[in-house]
Structures are given as structure tokens and as C-alpha cells.
């Protein structure tokens, strides 16, 4: 899954993030709860504002728990004993998926 982020944009809501996902708002505010990573700033009215680098590790957590299957404790476990190795990895395959999409565009114009 491969999320666009705007750039220059500092902080995206909670709808944004749920949208950009296609899933509820509750299961990213779920996951906000069970996964330390996460650290959105809260607005005066108590709304989670998500960073950039909480986009991109809701990306991970995603991948690791929708798309590889892993539990929730199997998420966190792998998060805690290889991020930094499974983030560079994830964020490998999202930029080769870029440019596989960008040459298949390139193919159709030929």
C-alpha cells in the first residue's frame, strides 16, 4: 500500500489517514493505543494530527498486519527487533512499486 504524502504538508487528521488507508477511523485510533510508534499530536479539541513519519509507520503496520498476516503482538515484535531493517526494506518495495507503475504508464503511451 503505497500512500502519497503531500509535500510540505506538516500534519494530516485522522479522516485523511483512515481514508487513505480505506479502513475506519477506529481501527487507526486502535492502533494508535497498541502501538508505541505512533505518536500523533492532539489539536486543543483532542484530535489526533499525524505526522508524516506517523503515516509512514501506520504504512508499516499496515503492510505487517493486513497484507502479511502477523498478529498484533507479531507486529510489535518485529517493530521493536528490526524497524529501522523492516522500514528500509518497506520503503524499498514502495519506491520500486512507483516506478513499476510510472513504467507501465510509459508502456501504454508507446
Do not use: C
Request: net charge positive.
Amino acid at each position: 500500500m503505497q500512500i502519497d504524502l503531500v509535500p510540505g504538508k506538516l500534519y494530516y487528521s485522522i479522516g485523511e489517514v483512515a481514508k487513505a488507508f480505506d479502513v475506519n477511523a477506529s481501527l487507526i485510533r486502535f492502533w494508535d493505543k497498541e502501538f508505541e510508534i505512533l505518536k500523533p499530536k492532539k489539536n486543543a479539541k483532542g484530535n489526533r494530527m499525524f505526522t508524516p513519519d506517523d503515516v509512514k509507520n501506520l504504512q508499516l503496520i499496515y503492510h505487517l498486519v493486513k497484507e502479511r498476516g502477523f498478529t498484533l503482538e507479531g507486529a510489535k515484535t518485529h517493530l521493536k527487533e528490526g524497524k529501522k531493517k523492516s522500514l528500509d526494506t518497506f520503503e524499498i518495495i514502495a519506491k520500486l512499486e512507483t516506478i513499476k507503475q510510472q513504467l507501465i504508464q510509459i508502456k501504454q503511451q508507446l
